[in-house]
Every structure is written in structure tokens, then in C-alpha cells.
């Protein structure tokens, strides 16, 4: 089994800058993807950036240029950083993990920005 729990939500004016953090505790052998969505209130989950390890990085059109993904394989991490954040970015951010062909979620970090 895989946990994966985020953190650095919170709440920031437009214009500003968060970095999310996704680690992965438990059996992790082979992470396969590592990835970012989103859900907002009344609105359907989205994916915001997804990474093949060892091949391509597909991001949002709405955060291209704004969003970075990265990961600390020593660490079974990855991280989000977020700028230039707008009030439409607001929503729980879930980190998705597929590890040896298992999809792991964590529980969500909210952020907010605010106009």
C-alpha cells in the first residue's frame, strides 16, 4: 500500500506563489506517474500537470508557464510550485501517484487565492 499525503495550502492573494508538496510513504518500487489535479467548488476534478517518470510532462493549458513539477526520487516526493496564482486557481489540489500500476490519491490541500 501507498499513502500520499500533501501539504502547503493555504490561502494567498493573486499575483502570489504557493508550493505544494506530495510525499509517498508505504511500498513504492516503481512510480510509474506522478501528477497534480484540481476540484473547485461545483466543479468536476481536473488534471492541472501530469508526469510520465522517464518520459513526457502534460500540463493544463490554464497553468502552462505558471506551474512547475518536480520530484525528489530520495524522497518519494513531488512538488507544485505555483505562480502568478488567480483567483480561479482556487480549489483542493489532490496528488495522484501510479506506482507499479496501482493509482494512488492523497486527500487534498486546499488553496484559495483571493482577487
Known amino acids: 500500500q501507498v499513502q500520499l499525503v500533501e501539504s502547503g495550502g493555504g490561502v494567498v492573494q493573486a499575483g502570489g506563489s504557493l508550493r505544494l508538496s506530495c510525499a509517498a510513504s508505504?511500498?513504492?518500487?516503481?512510480?510509474?506517474?506522478m501528477g497534480w489535479f484540481r476540484q473547485a467548488p461545483g466543479k468536476q476534478r481536473e488534471l492541472v500537470v501530469n508526469?510520465?517518470?522517464?518520459?513526457?510532462?502534460f500540463y493544463a493549458d490554464s497553468v502552462k508557464g505558471r506551474f512547475t513539477i518536480s520530484r525528489d526520487s530520495a524522497k518519494s516526493t513531488t512538488n507544485l510550485e505555483m505562480n502568478d496564482l488567480k483567483p480561479e486557481d482556487t480549489a483542493v489540489y489532490y496528488c495522484r501517484m501510479i506506482v507499479s500500476g496501482r493509482q494512488y490519491w492523497g486527500r487534498g490541500t486546499q488553496v484559495t487565492v483571493s482577487s
Open positions: 508526469k510520465n517518470i522517464g518520459g513526457s510532462t
Open positions: 508505504g511500498t513504492i518500487f516503481n512510480v510509474n506517474v
